[in-house]
């Protein structure tokens, strides 16, 4: 019993500063954004007020500015060296664009760099982009809290 | 005679006494609901407004007769009761022969003009077959990379009779050359030719952010096409100057009226700059606002927008020509506003922000169709929100009298606000030097960009409701909606009609047309007669738009 006890309270201690050094990890490193504008599309109400929501959390956001193709923004994302790259689309072209920005990325191993896509996405689109690695899709009307929320859990703690 | 204390007037010693007799109690036993009172711009509202609220007002100097200036109440003696708006709905998808079927069928429902939405290739200058138009072909409006495309898109509509009204901007001037070689083509006369071309560059640059060229450059094409169409094309309207994507960008009613107008202004000054007769081209600009769903707030800005227009072409420049005077615009209900999340709710919101548009005067109306926020809209959408324009028109009786909430206390108190607040505006950016150079030090982008942010805050802390969104939000919602879907193969079509018009055209005059073309644009002459004859020789939008890119250069955005 007491050396159980023990044990656990030792697992506890641990697990506490284990806990403690994933924070402290997270505030050495902010978490590192690259918000997008790929295709045509020069609508950057959303992305400019996701950029700044961001950055209010604490994040480091890098805007691309408007008409990347998916290799300039994959480009973008690895000399930034960010967690996640933050898609705006309301053109309807996220079917060509967003899995090719998930494969670019991929290839040059960010494999752990999340693609998150917010704009106008039919449901039947949905499925797709996640198969395709996306890793959310915002749809019109998501509050940029959720959004943080998302990063702040779903961001993986650097090494 | 009552104790009036301070007060300066009865009214206001009335207002007193009604605050602590009546007000007060009432108060006290149910107190309001919220500390503060805002329209959807964030603006404070007072409980009430009464007569003291307009003392500084004078009937004929500020409202007047509708048909009189400052033109507050209208421009038409009848309002709607000689003629009603113009309903004309964007319309455009996919390949020329598909928004054709809709065109017709549109017209066939009782429709009264047409209204083009081109896709994102087209409104940035490049072919179909562009690497940069892919996934884009027809997705967010219809495909035309050529006057073969433009055949197809107008084949049996009858362009001396019916109006058409084309959104483009950054390449106006080519889509323009395009419409009027079809026209002649049908053996329309340019003379009788009337219809809008949006070719609004300013607000690209500020708000919808779909440019090529940089800004002067650009700026000089608008100005060659005023040159044009008022030698030309007399009943044409070469600019359609455009609030409603500064309002979508997220500006507040009142930036989106101020900016608006002054870049009215502007295209006026650098139109009497480049020699034009003032009272032979101004009275061809016509405008463009968004309806949005702050109902009084949006009135009032129809509203003041005239007066401000008025006062500002007769003090500024001088003139005294009624048409000159007389601002007439389109209205379309906002995008913005429309929800994915219960997406029926957005017919209601649609019905009661084209109310506003209607009381405030609009000369033509577009209705979003209720599934916007999901996709381009399907024919069942489109034909609701025709219907809507109808129902307003022939069943609420708001037509039966001019401007009928004019006289109202708050109604005419806002109007005032937001015509003051706007002049500010134009001092500001008067003293940058007019606003081309306001836009290229950012500040109205910067000033929409704060809004927008605001806005969405004020949401997100629940201040601003939206119904089915942030208040009243179902996890299992009832309806589906089905969605116009389109798909890759329109790109293949449109790319094999490229291909089929370049082995067909004669390429030796499309070298000559595009080599006059650039003389002209270096020589700075008007670019128009040798773009129509590019087009005549069935150059295509990407080719005449990299001639021109190769004189001016393209612009690229500061960062802000």
């Keep these: ?159 | 005679m009552p104790d009036t204390k301070e007060s300066s007037s009865p009214v206001e010693a009335e207002i007193e006494r009604w605050e602590q007799e009546t007000l007060a109690p009432a108060l006290e036993k149910h107190p309001e609901t919220k500390k503060s009172f805002q329209t959807v711009s964030l603006e404070e509202v007072k409980r009430l407004y009464t007569p003291a609220d307009i003392e500084n007002m004078d009937f004929i100097r500020d409202t007047s007769f509708p048909g009189e200036f400052p033109y507050t109440r209208g421009i038409h003696p009848t309002g709607y009761r000689g003629k009603l708006w113009t309903m004309r709905q964007f319309a455009g998808f996919s390949t020329p022969e598909e928004t054709n079927a809709r065109f017709k069928y549109l017209l066939e429902q009782g429709q009264t003009g047409l209204s083009v939405a081109y896709d994102l290739p087209t409104l940035m200058g490049y072919d179909a077959d562009s690497l940069l138009s892919e996934g884009e072909v027809g997705k967010c409006g219809v495909a035309v990379s050529s006057l073969a495309d433009m055949e197809v898109l107008f084949d049996g509509i009858p362009l001396e009779q019916v109006t058409v009204s084309q959104t483009i901007n950054a390449p106006a001037s080519v889509l323009l050359a395009m419409y009027l070689v079809v026209a002649e083509k049908q053996g329309a006369k340019w003379e009788k030719i009337s219809g809008t071309l949006q070719n609004d560059i300013l607000k690209e640059y500020i708000a919808q952010k779909e440019w090529i060229y940089p800004i002067r450059p650009a700026m000089k094409l608008v100005v060659d096409t005023f040159e044009f169409c008022t030698d030309h094309i007399p009943r044409y309207n070469p600019v359609s100057v455009s609030g409603y994507h500064i309002r979508e960008a997220g500006a507040t009613a009142v930036q989106e009226l101020a900016f608006t107008l002054r870049d009215g202004i502007e295209y006026v000054a650098w139109g009497v700059k480049a020699g034009l007769d003032i009272d032979r081209f101004v009275p061809r600009i016509s405008f463009f606002f968004n309806a949005h769903n702050d109902f009084f707030e949006e009135i009032a800005k129809f509203r003041a927008a005239r007066r401000i227009w008025a006062r500002e072409m007769k003090e500024r420049f001088g003139s005294e020509y009624e048409r000159t005077l007389q601002m007439r615009f389109h209205t379309q209900t906002a995008g913005v506003s429309l929800t994915v999340q219960q997406p029926l709710n957005n017919i209601v919101r649609v019905a009661i922000q084209a109310l506003a548009g209607v009381l405030g005067g609009t000369q033509s109306l577009h209705t979003d169709a209720y599934d916007e926020a999901l996709a381009l809209p399907t024919d069942r959408a489109a034909l609701i929100a025709l219907r809507t324009q109808q129902i307003i028109a022939e069943e609420t009786g708001v037509t039966n009298t001019v401007d009928p909430l004019g006289g109202s206390y708050y109604l005419e108190a806002l109007t005032d606000k937001m015509e003051k607040e706007s002049r500010d505006y134009f001092q500001k950016i008067d003293a940058m030097g007019g606003m081309v150079a306001a836009i290229e030090k950012g500040f109205p982008q910067r000033e929409i960009q704060d809004s927008a942010y605001q806005y969405q805050k004020a949401v997100e802390r629940g201040e601003q409701v939206i119904v089915g969104v942030n208040k009243y939000a179902m996890t299992n919602e009832p309806t589906e909606v089905p969605t116009l879907v389109i798909d890759e193969s329109v790109r293949t079509h449109q790319v094999e009609r490229l291909e089929q018009t370049r082995r067909r055209r004669d390429s030796g005059a499309v070298a000559n047309a595009l080599e006059k073309l650039k003389l002209a644009a270096q020589k700075g002459e008007n670019t128009m007669p040798a773009t129509i004859e590019s087009v005549r020789a069935y150059a295509t939008l990407g080719e005449i738009c990299s001639a021109l890119r190769d004189v001016y250069g393209v612009y690229e955005e500061p960062a802000f």
Aim: charged fraction near 25%; charge should be positive; aromatic fraction near 2%.
């Design chain 1, 1 to 159: 019993m007491r050396s159980s006890r023990r044990i656990s309270n030792a697992m506890d201690r641990w697990g506490n500063l284990s806990a403690k050094v994933r924070m402290l990890s997270m505030i050495e490193r902010k978490i590192r954004v690259l918000v997008a504008k790929p295709g045509l599309d020069g609508h950057d109400r959303g992305a400019k007020v996701i950029a700044r929501a961001l950055r209010d959390a604490g994040m480091e956001v890098i805007y691309t500015g408007l008409r990347q193709t998916p290799e300039m923004i994959a480009a973008a994302a690895l000399q930034e060296d960010v967690d996640a790259v933050g898609v705006s689309i309301l053109s309807g072209a996220h079917n060509t664009l967003c899995p090719r920005i998930v494969q670019l990325l991929r290839e040059q191993g960010m494999d752990d760099c999340l693609v998150l896509v917010g704009g106008i996405v039919p449901q039947d689109d949905l499925v797709k982009l996640k198969q395709a690695g996306v890793a959310e899709i915002f749809l019109p009307g998501t509050s940029t809290e959720d959004i943080v929320r998302f990063l702040r859990s779903n961001v993986k703690p650097r090494e």
